[in-house]
């Protein structure tokens, strides 16, 4: 158990930040999440690593959709995975995996299952529509150049499964960049405290995460008044700074941002 090695601080900290990449699932953490279901630092984890699966493949589905509509799909998707390997543990998964995996290919063959099963909720959750897959979003939604920025199936690093593509440095500090901003335009910080809350994770972990999510991003690009913008605000904010600034120079100085404030809590 978490508790009788790992400090709360650093472990939310480390957990935060772990949010905010997208990349690197860890599908040890998810087995133990299941394994150790009381335990509520191994439960936070396996959240964590059940939105990093959900979120590319709901921003793929949802690509052209509003934000909110993201946001929803997240949680619900996140909440239906849980709920149905809660309810089918031994046949789905220990049977398969009764001991950790820690192999490679264990860890790999882990990871393809809950995946497959996140992409099935999400099929059940949100329908695929005819217009999926076209290369522009549907004419009713939000215009503009922010509605086909944030598009991760051209993020391939994101992907446990698919290899690397080789990017420049500044292409992937940007690429980051744009899933940072993606993740507060969906409300991560919400889903992931709405998550923990109905999941039963502790309330000293929620309270950490609430405190130090409200640290970090006092200070961050977007920040008015001390405090990141709603979606609604941010989008509008972000609409403004594109009319006046390069896209890759803006989402860069939020990579920037981003690590300086990482290095900063966590240590290089």
Request: with cysteine; proline share 6%.
């Amino acid at each position: 158990m978490r508790e009788a090695h790992s400090g709360l601080a650093p472990f939310v900290r480390e957990l935060y930040f772990e949010l905010q990449t997208i990349e690197g699932v860890k599908p040890l953490e998810i087995w133990s999440g299941f394994h150790d279901a009381e335990d509520s630092f191994e439960k936070a984890s396996l959240i964590k690593n059940l939105c990093k699966i959900a979120i590319p493949l709901v921003n793929e589905r949802c690509f052209g959709r509003p934000f909110a509509e993201h946001s929803d799909a997240v949680y619900r998707t996140v909440t239906a995975v849980m709920a149905w390997f809660g309810a089918n543990l031994d046949a789905t998964l220990f049977e398969r995996f009764p001991w950790p995996p820690t192999g490679d290919a264990d860890q790999k063959d882990l990871y393809r299952v809950v995946k497959a099963r996140t992409a099935m909720a999400l099929d059940e959750l949100v329908p695929r529509q005819e217009h999926e897959g076209d290369a522009e979003p549907p004419v009713d939604q939000p215009e503009g150049l922010v509605s086909s920025l944030f598009d991760f199936r051209e993020m391939r690093i994101v992907d446990n499964e698919l290899p690397y593509i080789i990017f420049t440095d500044k292409e992937f500090r940007v690429i980051h960049g744009l899933a940072i901003v993606y993740l507060w335009l969906i409300g991560l910080e919400e889903i992931v405290l709405r998550t923990f809350t109905e999941a039963g994770v502790g309330p000293a972990i929620r309270d950490e995460y609430r405190t130090l999510s409200r640290k970090v991003l006092k200070d961050n690009p977007f920040a008015a008044q001390g405090k990141l913008a709603d979606p609604a605000e941010l989008l509008a904010s972000l609409q403004e700074k594109l009319r006046g600034e390069d896209y890759l120079d803006l989402f860069e100085s939020v990579y920037a941002w981003f690590e300086q404030t990482r290095e900063k809590l966590l240590g290089p």
